[in-house]
Every structure is written in structure tokens, then in C-alpha cells.
């Protein structure tokens, strides 16, 4: 009934689209495999995408030629780029997206993607022999047979989901859990864990008084995501956000359900990541704290559903409304959905390669929330990644790997192999030691023509980089080579406080002034400055400024990168016996045997090995 | 966080002999820039334009200042110890001098070498065989394990609990302006720029106080600096060589003989001291040399533990003594006057009396070794009894007065930063680097430390 696929990705999250959607356009054989066809990419958290830290993954997946940059451009119904008063490193694309619509993009972009195949079924068993695998066995009984298997199984894999004191098996409220793999994966010599996660309850916008809370609205320049220009909204089409905040009536009134909490009565297990608690978990960890900020956010154009981004809560149902009720503005709300937490499988990522491939299992890789991730961004970046090295592992390529100086990509792959994660992993900027290189506007350049050189990203977008890279040096050079005299900027000078010069100055001296933009120097009407500016894209024209406003800053970042390149690039054998270095420290000889470090500096930032360890182990390695 | 890992293409030094012992030092650069730095301070030949393996005499200078007279081996790569381009400089014993001459090459662009670095850098370039590679394992390993060890025995309870406030301080610090970047769409207070700059100048106090009490640490190690001052002709060289009993100075009757500043090390009782004898302070001096060499004690003496003004009671009056000693109390410094040149006991009574307004003032007679060893009492006590800070806080180690100046370096780049009102984002590299060099002495900061403050402190997430 199938043939041999080149791969087969097994769930439909955004993990394995993005996974289908590389794997496929490099040219393999992909079968998707999906317990429902109705919910490709479904947003099971929050209706948005991007956000600190993340909207810089998905431009690098963008980047790459994924596909999640794309569908959120299509499918948003507000974007903002946060963070805009800091410096060029934290801007953070972020977009309000239509639920459904995301979801029904994604599977269209899907559908129109040759070489991938689609079928509905449970994958129960993983197919293998001596150690690779060989394909899927399905609750239906089928063996569909693939060259490379990619596991992005979500919630989903022995999913538990607790609402006060019930709980019954799901993946996502309504949806059954997957079961067989971790039993079998286990039975291979795979460790296993728990995480927990929860989303908050829904409710009925009609049922929501807004003029008691604080509006959000969208930015007035719709930058999105994808380096392609995809159409998207106009500006005033968008729609608002609202912010309102819980008080001690709230709190009085969710304490009355801790009896039955999940949490408290230990029925669960699993670890929850701090950064997002819920909100039981807020009250009782920071109790000196009379209030939370709720984010209010519509779900869609055609829908008055609304997701109470905050409140995320397992407590039983009546306590979730009755408490909901205290909150500004949702006196008379009427709840559609429940809050839910739910636990699930996940693997510990120490296990895996930096290709995502197991360790133990050839042929096998791991994408997503089983790593033990949380984040749509982080999923999809995984995916892509697993895509990508699946299809160069079905090829016999060499694997495709970012380093923690290219990507944030990298960073969070790097992170997961070489320390593991305890809690649901999310990216945020401090995590990356060169976030000044890791810039949104910059994707495109660090990592387009990288994909090109696999095959891809398009010869469209290589060229994109090409001609911005051009413009920007020409900009660069135009404005080091303009002289200004003191008389033509010192009228504007003195209208935005900035101190007056005395002698003529090159135009990118000036731009180092913090008051100073390109755009604000249009207002100097300076025909030069305005040559410029209106011969190149405002892309092209923002590139250029950072360029020359942070130079001190990323020379300083790039330096730091360069000597750390050195560490990366002196490969450990795979096959290195630790055990014959008598002067190793016992934990780092525990960690170097179980992580199998591929790189020097890759064990250096294992933790709890020392830098006296790293020598010897230098010492031990010769060049 | 930043990788603190040896880069093996820079250029290291260090002092290849045991430290204060032997006649002369071998002080060993290896790397790249090994031949450039040396030919800076080498002004008599350009040794890049040397062979390998020969051996050249000159002058070692660091910025005009002669710090040595030296032997330089020169061994080009890949035949050198360490397979690198290697210089040996060859120079006096005096721990006082190598430390000057690390110092001007480390300035140069060379680091301080780790233990047993010069030995892995061998093996790295293929010079050494995996049975003596394992040798150097242990080693790497002891040593790192003894440094730690007399690191903490050498850390007073002050030092180590300074350096861990520092650190701290600092990482709640960055935890601050992280949370506000990374959780800025959150219902979070900002961190206060004025209490930012009080945390970030209370720690540039306290990395002073230890950056200065480094200078201390060399105390203990290196001896306690005695300047002798006076006018010329007072007599210190003459008692310079008493305290010795040798002819170690130029002694002569004709005033301002002693061109420069001459060092000797002296023990009393065990406490090890470095006299420095200094060209007399005479105003109006129009000798070129001369002046070069006053200008020099005017710092020594500022530089010293203890000064010992030295006048003859034969020339000086008790008002022109106040006025002196006035000029002593403002330069801060811990000092004895003595009056020399008491040649019979009947001239010291009509001496004694004529000083007699003063608190202290021992009287000798440096030609006669009188009362020399009332002297040496003096200074030990002033040294031992904790007029002289032997017992603040103390860094001893190099690389940690390295690490702290270049942490203060930093945390001035910080303080701009925050003044200059720049993003957030970008004051925050330089707090990664402060916390960069202070974890070369605590030991390793990652941003797992200021995510575990951030998720404790404060309440984060939708």
C-alpha cells in the first residue's frame, strides 16, 4: 500500500511541518504522518508567534527557507516589533495570528509542496534493524518503510491531562495521546521523563467588557517576518490586544481550589518551566505580589473566541470562572474551554547528535517538545534542522549544523545536547553570548546562502542577499565619504538637542550620535543625505545604520566568537576511550562518557567540567 | 558563557626558573607574536632578522625605561620547545626585575601562561609523545589543584568574601537588565539607572581595594620597600651600607653622588625588606642627570612601605625639621627621621636637646654603626605591628591582578555605558565581560546564574 518513502516525519505540529517541508524541498521522499489531518500546525498555546527571542528564530527558519515566517505573514492579524527603544540585537518581531487561518496555510503550503505525502494514523512502532531505523508500524496495522524517521510527537506521547482533580489521557484537550514509542524506545536503552505544561482557559469575547482594560494595538509599520515579500495586512486592519490584571480577590478566590490542584496534590509529576507558571503557581510563589498581568488575545478574524494568555491553570472548572469573574473587565464572561495542564514524554536531548539524530538509534531524530523544548519557534527551528540533516543523513552528506555564533538555532541545539534540560526549554536572548550578531534584521545574511549551498533555500532569496549586502556597503561608502559642513546640520543639530559641530564631519560620524537616524537626517534636507535615502529600500537603509551605529559592539562580540571558533573546530574522535585519562575529574569523566562531546568546545561548556579538564583532554587529543 | 580556555595561537609568558632563586631568571614568551614583542623592548638588533638558535646581549627597555641587561635565546618555529617561535630572556635574578620585565611584555600583547601551558603546547604541536603527554596531564592537573589550594590558603577571609560580593553583586546586576531585555512585555519594574551606578561604582571601590592590596600582596612576597630620603650628602649611602655592611653604594663626600636609585634586600628577622636608596632631594638642582634621578626618589618615596628621612643634625634646624616633617604626614606614608652623623656621645646630649620638641627621632651615626641596629628595630616594627597593611586584604596571584584590572577597566566601560544612556542590550556585553574576567578568579558565571535570579526573584511568564 506505500512505497519506500526517504523519510517519514511523524507529527504535524511545527516541528514536522517544518521537518516535511526541508526534508522535501531538498528533494527526499516524505510521508507525513498525523493522528488528524484537520489539526496540521495547530497553535495549542497562545494564538502568536515570535516574541523575544523567538522572532529571531523563526527570521532565521525564514531565513533557511522555511516555511513558519511565511504562514505567520499570511495568517496575522497584528504585528508588533518589540523591544524597538533598545539596541538593534533585542528588536523582536512579533505577530498576533488567526488560529484556523495559520493552520489552513500551512497545510496549503504544505499540499503544494511536491514530494510530500500526507496519511492519518497513530504511529505505534518504530521499524528496526540492528540498530537503524527502518521505518513506522501504525495503530492500523501498516509497516510503511523510509530510509530516515523523524520524531516530533509534541504533547502528545503518553499525554496526561489534568483539570482539578479528573484527568484522563489526551495530546491536546479533545485529542487521544499517542503511546508504544516511549515503551519501545526504553526497551532500546532510551532514558525517559515527564514535563508538564498548561494553557489557560478560553472564553466568549462577546462576554468581555474592554473598557476596563488597557488597549494594545498593533505597530503602524507591518515589518513581519519573511525575508520574501508576502503580502499581509494593512496597518489598520489590525486587531487589538488588551492587558488587564488580576487582584487579591482573584488570588482569595483560586486558593479556595488548591485542595484539588493537581499540582499541590502531587498527581503530577512532570517539571513545568518557571517562566511560564501557572497562575496558582503565581500566587504561591510570589504571594507578596497583588497582582498579574493578563494579556487578552482575540484568536482570530471570525471568531469571538478569546485566549487569556496568564492565566494558565489546572484548578477544577468552576474555581477557573468563579475566579475569572473577580478579573476587570470579565464580570460576565463566559468560559468555552477550560485550563488544562497536561504531562508528557520527552527525551532527554544529551542523547542526540548535534544532526538531532539518536545517539543509539541511526536514522532516528527527535524534533520538538520530545527534546524537551517548549515554544512553537523553538519546535519549528528543530524541525527544520531534522528535516534538513535527515535528508542529508538519507543522502550520506555531512550533517548541516549551525554554531552558537551563526544562530540562535544554534545556540538552543547546542544548549540541549550538551546540557540537557530539566524543565521545558525556551530560548531567550541572554542565553545566546552573541546576541549582538544574532540579529533579526541580519538572518538573511548569516544564513541564506549557508542553505543555498545544501540546496535549500532558492536562488530567489540568494539573491536577495546578494543585492542587500551590495546596497548596504554602498550606502556604507556613500556615507563615509560625505563631508558635512558645520552650516548645513547644524539647523537640524540644534532641533534635536544634539550638540552643534564646529568643523565639517563625515556623515557616519554623525550617525553614531544616539538621537541621530538616517531617518530622522532626512529632516536636514541635505540633498546628499536625501540621494541616499530615497535610492535604497528602508531594509537596505536600517542594515547600513546598524552596521555603523553598534560597530564597537559587534567588533567586540565578533572577536570573542573567533576565539571561540578555534575551540570549535578541534573535533574529539567519536570513538575516544576517556577512560584511559587517569587525570580527569570523575564528573567530567562521567559527562564526557555519557555526552560524548564532538568538540572541544562543545565539553568545555558541559556543565561541571572545569577548564583543567578541557586541557588535559587537549593534552590527551594531540591536534 | 565565554569560553575561558586558552587560545593556543596567542603569545604567553612566564618565568621558566623558580621564582627568588638563583643568580638569574629565565623568562620564557612562546606564540606567535614572541619575536615582535621582545624586538620592542630590544633595541640593540632586530631579531626577527636573526637565526635560530643564537644568542644575543643588549639592553632590555620598556617605554625608555632600562629594566635589565639581558641574554636572549632565540628558537624559531617548529624547532623550539613548544614548536612555536620561543624567546628566552635571560636575566638577574631579582624577582623585582622579572616581575618589571613579565609586566612590560604582558603590556606588549603576551598573557600570563597557565600551568603547565608551554608543556601542552609542545604536545600540541607534536613535540612531545603520549607517555610524556600523560605525565603533563598530571601535572596540568596537580598544579591547577595546588594553585587552588594556595589560592584559598593565600585568600584572607576578606579577599574571598570581597570577590564573592563582587560577584554576586554583579551577576543580580545583569539578572536586572537581562530581565527588562528579555521580559520587557511583562509586567516587571524597570532597574533603576541610579541604583545601577551605585551597585556599578560600589563595585569599582571595592575591585580598587583589591587591585591595591595587590600591590601589598607583593609585600609579602617580594619585601617590605624602605625608601631612605634626605637631602644630599646626609649620609644614605653611608647608612644604606651599614644596614648591609657592605660598600654596595657609591659613598663619597661630595654632595649628590648617588646618580640613582640603588635597591638592596635586607633581613631582619626573618621580614624580608627592600631598601631603596635614593638620589638626595636638593631643590633647585640644574644637573640634567641629577634631576632625573631626584624626580625618581620624589616616587619611590611615594611608592614605599616605610620612609626613612635621614638629616645631618649637624645642618638642619628643629623649625626646617617641622616643616619637613609635615611634607612626610602628607605624603601619607608611614616614615622614621633620623638624625645622623652624632660622632661623640657629648655632641648627642647638646643634639638631643635641640630636637627635643619632636616625638621620635633616633639618632646614629651611620659612619660609626651607631645605633643602626635601634634603627632596624624600628623598621621591623613599623612593618610587623600593622603600621604597614600586611594584613588587609591581599591578592597575590598575577593573573588575578590581571583578571581585577581588567575588570575595572569594564566596569568603567559599564558606568559610561549607563551615563552615555546607551540600550540596554549593549551595556549588558560589558557586564558579560566583567563577569568574563571575575570568573578567571571565583571560578565560572554562566547565564543559567542569572536566568536561576531572574525566575526566583521575580514573576515571569503568561
Known amino acids: 500500500m506505500f512505497p519506500k518513502y526517504d523519510i517519514i516525519v511523524v507529527g504535524a505540529g511545527h516541528a514536522g511541518c517544518e521537518a516535511a517541508a526541508a526534508a522535501a524541498n531538498l528533494g527526499s521522499k516524505v510521508l507525513l504522518i498525523t493522528m488528524n489531518m484537520q489539526t496540521i500546525a495547530q497553535m495549542s498555546c497562545n494564538p502568536a508567534m515570535g516574541g523575544i527571542a523567538k522572532g529571531q528564530i523563526i527570521r532565521e527558519i525564514d531565513a533557511l527557507g522555511g516555511y513558519s515566517g511565511i504562514v505567520t505573514d499570511k495568517s496575522m492579524i497584528q504585528f508588533r516589533m518589540l523591544n524597538k527603544s533598545k539596541g538593534p540585537a533585542m528588536w523582536s518581531p512579533r505577530a498576533q495570528n488567526d488560529r484556523m487561518l495559520f493552520s489552513a496555510t500551512w497545510r496549503e503550503m504544505l499540499e503544494k509542496t511536491p514530494n510530500v505525502d500526507f496519511y492519518q494514523d497513530m504511529v505505534k512502532e518504530l521499524l528496526i534493524e540492528k540498530f537503524h531505523v527502518v521505518g513506522v508500524k501504525t495503530a492500523l496495522g501498516h509497516e510503511i518503510k523510509a530510509t530516515c524517521v523523524i520524531i516530533t510527537s509534541g504533547t502528545f506521547l503518553n499525554g496526561l ?31 525517559s521523563d515527564r514535563l508538564k505544561t498548561g494553557t489557560p482557559p478560553r472564553v466568549d469575547g462577546r462576554s468581555l467588557d474592554y473598557s476596563k482594560m488597557e488597549e494594545q494595538k498593533g505597530d503602524d509599520e507591518m515589518v513581519g517576518f519573511s525575508f520574501l515579500n508576502i503580502p499581509k495586512i ?63 488575545e482575540p484568536e482570530g478574524w471570525n471568531t469571538v473566541e478569546i485566549y487569556v494568555n496568564g492565566f494558565s491553570t489546572s484548578l477544577p472548572e468552576e474555581v477557573q470562572i468563579a475566579a475569572l469573574r473577580t478579573v476587570p473587565g470579565f464580570e460576565n464572561c463566559r468560559i468555552f474551554r477550560p485550563g488544562y495542564a497536561i504531562e508528557y514524554d520527552y527525551f532527554p536531548p544529551t542523547q542526540l547528535l548535534y544532526s538531532l539524530e539518536t545517539k543509539l538509534l541511526k536514522n532516528l531524530f527527535f524534533a520538538g517538545q520530545i527534546n524537551g523544548t517548549t515554544g512553537y519557534e523553538e519546535a519549528a527551528c528543530q524541525g527544520i534542522m531534522a528535516g534538513i540533516n535527515a535528508h542529508q543523513k538519507a543522502n ?73 549586502k551590495n546596497a548596504v556597503e554602498n550606502i556604507k561608502k556613500n556615507l563615509q565619504e560625505l563631508s558635512i559642513e558645520p552650516e548645513e546640520i547644524n539647523p537640524f543639530l540644534q532641533t534635536i538637542n544634539s550638540s552643534i559641530i564646529t568643523e565639517k564631519q563625515k556623515l557616519n560620524k554623525i550617525l553614531l550620535r544616539p538621537s541621530v537616524s538616517l531617518k530622522s537626517l532626512a529632516k536636514s534636507g541635505i540633498s546628499q543625505v536625501n540621494n541616499i535615502i530615497n535610492n535604497y529600500t528602508s531594509y537596505e537603509l536600517e542594515q547600513a545604520e546598524i552596521q555603523i551605529k553598534y560597530e564597537r559592539y559587534i567588533e567586540k562580540e565578533q572577536e570573542m566568537a573567533n576565539k571561540m571558533k578555534q575551540m570549535e573546530e578541534l573535533i574529539i574522535p567519536e570513538l575516544f576511550d576517556y577512560d584511559k585519562i587517569s587525570a580527569l575529574s570523575a564528573e567530567a569523566l562521567q559527562k564526557f562518557k555519557k555526552i560524548k562531546p564532538h568538540t572541544i568546545g562543545q565539553a568545555s561548556r558541559i556543565s561541571g567540567v572545569n577548564p583543567s579538564d578541557i586541557q588535559i583532554l587537549m593534552v590527551y587529543m594531540g591536534r | 558563557m565565554i569560553n575561558r580556555l586558552s587560545e593556543w595561537n596567542d603569545t604567553i609568558v612566564a618565568l621558566a626558573t623558580p621564582a627568588g632563586v638563583g643568580a638569574i631568571g629565565v623568562i620564557r614568551v612562546s606564540g606567535n607574536l614572541a619575536i615582535d614583542i621582545v624586538d620592542n623592548m630590544f633595541p640593540s638588533k632586530k631579531l626577527q632578522q636573526q637565526p635560530s638558535h643564537t644568542l644575543h646581549v643588549g639592553l632590555l627597555k620598556y617605554e625608555n625605561e632600562i629594566l635589565d641587561e639581558v641574554v636572549i635565546a632565540l628558537f624559531k618555529n617548529p624547532t623550539s620547545y613548544t614548536g612555536e617561535d620561543v624567546v628566552e630572556i635571560s636575566c638577574h635574578g ?41 605525565a603533563v596531564a598530571d601535572v596540568i592537573a596537580s598544579n591547577t589543584e595546588a594553585s587552588k589550594n594556595a589560592a584559598i590558603k593565600n585568600m584572607r577571609g576578606g579577599f574571598s568574601s570581597s570577590l564573592q560580593m563582587l ?7 545583569s539578572a536586572l537588565i537581562e530581565l527588562e531585555l528579555d521580559f520587557s512585555q511583562e509586567d516587571v519594574a524597570f532597574a533603576d539607572r541610579n541604583n545601577l551606578i551605585n551597585l556599578i561604582k560600589h563595585l569599582q571601590v571595592n575591585t580598587n581595594i583589591l587591585i591595591e592590596s595587590f600591590a601589598l600582596g607583593n609585600v609579602i612576597k617580594n619585601g617590605v620597600q624602605v625608601a631612605i630620603i ?105 616614615y622614621i627621621l633620623v638624625g645622623n652623623k652624632i660622632d661623640n656621645n657629648a655632641e648627642k646630649k647638646v643634639v638631643v636637646e635641640k630636637f627635643a620638641s619632636f616625638k621620635e627621632i633616633i639618632f646614629i651615626s651611620a659612619k660609626h654603626q651607631q645605633g643602626v641596629n635601634l634603627l632596624k628595630d624600628k623598621i621591623k616594627n613599623l612593618a610587623v605591628n600593622g603600621d604597614v597593611h600586611t594584613e588587609s586584604i591581599i591578592v597575590t596571584n598575577a593573573r588575578h591582578f590581571e583578571a581585577l584590572q581588567k575588570l575595572s577597566d569594564t566596569l568603567s566601560d559599564i558606568l559610561k555605558g549607563i551615563n552615555d544612556n546607551i540600550s540596554g542590550d549593549l551595556i549588558a556585553l560589558d557586564i558579560r565581560q566583567a563577569l568574563y574576567y571575575l570568573g578567571l578568579i571565583t571560578g565560572e558565571v554562566t547565564n543559567n546564574d542569572q536566568l536561576d535570579y531572574i525566575f526566583s526573584k521575580f514573576c515571569i511568564g503568561k
Open chain 1, 161 to 191: 491531562i489534568h483539570i482539578g482533580e479528573k484527568k484522563f489521557g489526551g495530546g491536546r484537550v479533545a485529542e487521544k495521546a499517542a503511546t508504544g514509542i516511549t515503551e519501545q524506545l526504553i526497551s532500546f536503552g532510551f532514558e
Open chain 1, 234 to 296: 494593512s496597518a489598520s486592519q489590525q486587531k487589538s490586544c488588551f492587558i488587564t490584571y488580576t487582584n487579591t480577590t482573584v488570588h482569595e478566590i483560586l486558593k479556595t481550589g488548591f485542595d484539588r490542584s493537581p499540582m499541590y496534590s502531587g498527581r503530577i509529576e512532570g517539571v513545568g518551566p518557571r517562566y511560564c507558571p501557572s497562575i496558582e503557581d503565581k500566587i504561591n510563589r510570589f504571594a507578596d505580589k497583588d497582582r498579574h498581568q493578563l494579556f487578552v
Open chain 1, 396 to 468: 550520506n552528506k555531512e550533517a548541516f549544523v549551525l554554531k552558537r555564533d551563526e544562530a540562535y538555532i544554534g545556540v538552543l541545539i547546542d544548549d540541549l545536547i550538551s546540557k540537557g534540560t530539566q524543565e521545558p526549554y525556551r530560548m531567550f536572548t541572554s542565553r545566546a553570548e552573541f546576541r549582538t550578531l544574532l540579529r533579526q534584521d541580519n538572518a538573511d545574511l548569516r544564513l541564506t546562502e549557508m542553505s543555498f549551498n545544501i540546496g535549500l533555500a532558492t536562488k530567489e532569496r540568494l539573491e536577495n542577499v546578494y543585492q542587500k
Open chain 2, 94 to 134: 631579582s624577582a623585582f626585575i622579572q616581575q618589571k620585565i613579565i609586566q612590560a611584555i604582558t603590556a606588549n600583547g603576551a598573557r600570563l601562561a597557565k600551568p603547565g601551558e608551554f608543556t601542552q603546547r609542545a604536545f600540541l604541536n607534536g613535540k612531545l609523545d603520549l607517555a610524556q603527554a600523560e
Open chain 2, 167 to 173: 560577584r554576586e553583586e554583579l551577576i543580580k546586576f
Open chain 2, 230 to 334: 634626605g637631602k644630599p650628602n646626609a649620609g644614605k649611602s653611608t647608612l644604606l651600607n651599614s644596614l648591609l655592611n657592605d660598600e654596595r653604594a657609591i659613598v663619597s663626600d661630595i654632595a649628590g653622588t648617588t646618580r640613582d636609585t640603588v635597591e638592596e634586600i635586607l633581613n631582619i628577622d626573618g621580614v624580608l625588606f627592600r631598601l631603596i636608596d635614593t638620589a638626595g632631594i636638593r631643590h633647585h638642582t640644574t644637573d640634567v642627570i641629577e634631576q632625573i634621578g631626584v624626580k625618581r626618589s620624589l616616587q619611590k618615596m611615594q611608592q614605599a612601605d616605610v620612609v626613612i628621612y635621614l638629616f645631618d643634625v649637624n645642618e638642619i634646624d628643629a623649625n626646617e625639621l617641622i616643616v619637613l616633617e609635615n611634607e612626610l604626614k602628607d605624603n601619607l606614608v608611614p
